[in-house]
């Protein structure tokens, strides 16, 4: 019995990585024989799992049945933990989204409320898709910081303050049978640029996916596949040395590119130039309240020429720049993807970031990469978590309900 | 006859890329019959081109001959092509030095006179070897700068002063019958790193490799495979922004890590403290031929205490480990390999390099990797390139008068 459930689990991925597939193509993949292949594709067919996908149109002879998963069967749960936010989507096999959900929060120094929250938002959105428990596949959670690779402990995450969470494991405990992995953010973020559909879905491109946000991250993929590093911490941009002598950063290192750019950065050197300019568009734009400032305050004064506010939004474009010439000379990728709350503050600063860019990195190094505004869907963290459950091998492993 | 002589170079790859392996597994890999493989492997062996490699001495039954390429049948050429030096080496198919030779040279802004040298010296050593040009199987030239993938063409090389040189054309015309690629002397070195033999030979590590010489390149190796980057220009790390207000570098751009720490900044720099100061123990040990100083000037008279020379030293490591921890960050290796010239003046250099780079690497990120002292061999680029040539898909391609 074991090997049956066995080799259904294997068909069932077999469909999933690479349908629409004909019943021969299976049983060469699984190496099972045929016989076997249509006995249990025909309990499938019958549990309304997967479908015929038509019939292949080439070639001569017999025109094989494909056979899909059906789009209203398995579901993926992504979770999009931010350091001001919370927010957790379901999709469907196809992608579509069923529902989603967003709820502000301040996760520092708290792992423990922002556990119970993650789980609260889970089980919200699984509420209000209306859903079996039995059909959800797994749930990805994507929050920024060092993940170790395999155990998805959160290392260290500077902007949240934590150090060794076993977040994968207490998660899997608490959400029991739902298999869950913790990604980091930025990965779910570059995943979620190459979605079917996307440009480059499916395509061997090397893509550096930068996440300008309340901090600074990013995730480089290969040749189509994620790129993990050694040991998982690959892609701490956010935490290259730009200015030798520079402010402290969360780290605890000098000079970090977070320290300079990121939209704690700009928040910080918002408030330090309105305490010495009361009268200036920056306090004009928060109605004093200097606690209100932010980084989009900032890019809103500095929309308005506020020239202290231009100068450190510029200022914050000449360093993502240096870091993102520091990738392109290492990396030579095809693409640079920018993406994060940062960007969603008008064309200029894309604008501004390339100039930058163009001008430190090496000449004719990296010469065809294209640097592209990323996605600004809200949700594209959460939905790239949901894509990074489905990369996953043995995903159907906690489905034993299904034999 | 074609898919014989076809047929005959698949068997000969094969037994170079997995000997020593039996007749059964090449009939398997190549895709022929065993009788095919039989016939081929036969005229092979009677052409003393492979030989056995004694017998399997595990499992039940028959235990079947393995085969090898002969030792002293193939041969290799490896040429480095420094700024100031040129080397030439033949090994045989076990990575056996057959012979080297080394010029001093001064190729800036001249590739007429530099791919002349080139030739010479292949000349000399094939001549010197005493082999036949029908048993060379290729000849790689790795040089630093820009080499675009495929063309084997030098983009850009700041420390030459070359631009769009179709250097691998030239000597594949000049030099026919041999087989010429061209490569990127960092990744020449890298490869040198995982020779067979080595610790992490055929390892699937994830190497970046550092060569701090005249200029300064790094190689990235991973999950074992050399990696090139989407247009084949990574690893320019010598070439990021490490002060971004600095001197300026031979490649036009400001505070590059190569402006600051190269072998030929730092010589700049004792130049000009040199000047400055005639009673200096840096100007004692040129006997006030400033002109003598570099790099290794510079060493020894921080070696001996020389407070701005020692000054000197410490800045570039500092700068090192500002770009290293940059890698680290952004790669997250499992090894760093310190090499190049820069690091034959003691081993205080070094000491200091990972100083730098540790307090400059994120907490937690990489936190396993191994920084390590490279080969020191004078001749590691040029062997590292007879590698090269042995990773080479279709090495025999030119090798017409096998068959």
Not at 16 to 41: C, E, F, H, Y
Not at 54 to 60: L, T
Not at 168 to 174: A, F, T
Not at 195 to 216: D, H, M, Q, S, W
Request: contains cysteine.
């Amino acid at each position: 019995m074991g090997a049956v459930r066995n080799n259904k689990k294997k068909v069932l991925e077999c469909i999933q990585n690479q349908g629409p597939i004909n019943r021969a193509a299976i049983a060469k993949d699984v190496g099972i024989s045929l016989p076997a292949v249509m006995s249990i594709t025909n309990e499938l067919e019958a549990k309304k799992i997967i479908r015929s996908a038509g019939f292949v149109s080439e070639g001569v002879g017999k025109h094989p049945e494909l056979l899909e998963i059906r789009s209203d069967y398995f579901y993926y749960i992504g979770v999009d933990v931010g350091r001001l936010h919370l927010r957790g989507t379901v999709v469907g096999q196809d992608g579509r989204e069923i529902t989603k959900y967003t709820t502000e929060t301040n996760h520092g120094e708290n792992p423990e409320q922002c556990i119970e929250d993650i789980c609260s938002v889970i089980q919200y959105v699984v509420e209000k898709a209306a859903i079996d428990n039995g059909n959800i596949v797994g749930v990805c959670v994507a929050m920024p910081g060092l993940i170790e690779l395999g155990s998805g402990k959160v290392i260290f995450s500077p902007n949240f303050g934590w150090k060794n969470v076993p977040l994968q494991d207490i998660l899997n405990k608490k959400l029991s049978p739902y298999k869950v992995i913790v990604r980091n953010a930025n990965r779910a973020q570059a995943r979620f640029e190459l979605r079917p559909g996307a440009e480059y879905a499916n395509k061997k491109v090397t893509v550096f996916c930068i996440g300008l946000g309340y901090g600074i991250g990013s995730a480089t993929i290969i040749n189509g596949n994620m790129y993990y590093g050694a040991s998982g911490t690959s892609g701490e941009i956010g935490h290259i040395t730009v200015m030798p002598n520079g402010p402290i950063c969360t780290c605890g290192n000098t000079g970090c590119l977070e320290a300079l750019s990121s939209g704690a950065a700009i928040e910080k050197q918002g408030k330090n130039i309105a305490r010495m300019n009361p009268d200036s568009m920056l306090c004009h734009i928060v109605d004093n309240h200097l606690e209100k400032i932010d980084a989009k305050a900032v890019f809103r004064a500095a929309a308005l020429n506020d020239v202290e506010c231009v100068q450190i939004i510029d200022n914050a474009a000449k360093y993502i720049g240096i870091a993102l010439a520091a990738a392109i000379n290492i990396l030579d990728p095809d693409i640079i993807y920018v993406c994060g709350g940062l960007t969603k503050n008008g064309s200029d600063f894309l604008e501004k970031i390339k100039k930058y860019t163009r001008a430190r990195q090496m000449k004719f190094a990296g010469r065809h990469v294209k640097i592209i505004q990323g996605s600004q869907d809200d949700y594209n963290v959460a939905k790239g978590a949901t894509l990074m459950i489905q990369d996953e091998g043995n995903m159907f492993e906690k489905l034993s309900f299904l034999y």
